[in-house]
């Protein structure tokens, strides 16, 4: 039987708009699979990216879908990111945007990292695909991915989700998955809310 974690980094609160998208979703049933879903409490959100990865190795996950909690999602997001996974692909995300301007998709068409100065150059997206296409780099508030990632990653690097110089934990393990052969989806047709807050 297959194995999921659905890991969620986050602090003591989450948004209603999250917890409903949660509920209807693993109210979602995927045949012969075993879904848990684990909350990392902590204020540093690379700790709690490695402490979820840690654990899914521990529990031998197969997958871990990520969200995170200001996330909002249909109820079918799992299941049909799994139907790419079970095509051949390694790592998949759907778009959502920035919550401030200039709100920006949260993925992107070129990375590169030069380790040792710590610094990373980028380019984005000037128009989304209609079709699911390769990026270089992508936001981890909705990702579903195979967790032998993680063993290469450490295997090569030592370490997971440390942030390099100019980019957070999740597009520097993007790019150290990607030193690994791993290669990343994105699924346009999986539309993503992200909650903001606005003082008016």
Not at 19 to 45: C, K, R
Not at 46 to 67: G, H, Q
Request: hydrophobic share 45%.
């Amino acid at each position: 039987m297959r194995k999921i974690l659905i890991a969620v980094p986050c602090m003591d609160q989450l948004p209603a708009q999250f917890a409903h998208s949660l509920a209807t979703l693993t109210s979602y049933g995927v045949e012969d699979t075993q879904i848990s879903v684990w909350f990392n409490l902590g204020s540093l959100i690379y700790t709690s990216r490695n402490e979820i990865a840690k654990k899914a190795l521990l529990d031998e996950a197969d997958l871990v879908m990520w969200f995170d909690s200001d996330m909002v999602f249909n109820p079918d997001t799992l299941i049909r990111m799994l139907r790419l996974i079970d095509e051949g692909h390694d790592m998949v995300t759907g778009i959502y945007y920035r919550r401030t301007p200039p709100f920006t998709p949260t993925i992107f068409k070129t990375m590169e990292i030069d380790d040792a100065k710590q610094e990373a150059v980028w380019t984005e997206f000037d128009e989304i695909p209609d079709k699911p296409f390769e990026v270089a780099s992508c936001g981890f508030g909705c990702v579903l991915m195979t967790s032998e990632i993680f063993v290469a990653v450490i295997g090569k690097f030592g370490n997971m989700f440390s942030p390099i110089g100019n980019v957070g934990e999740d597009i520097a393990f993007c790019w150290r998955a990607r030193q690994c052969g791993y290669k990343i989806l994105a699924d346009p047709s999986i539309s993503l809310g992200h909650v903001g807050h606005t003082i008016i």
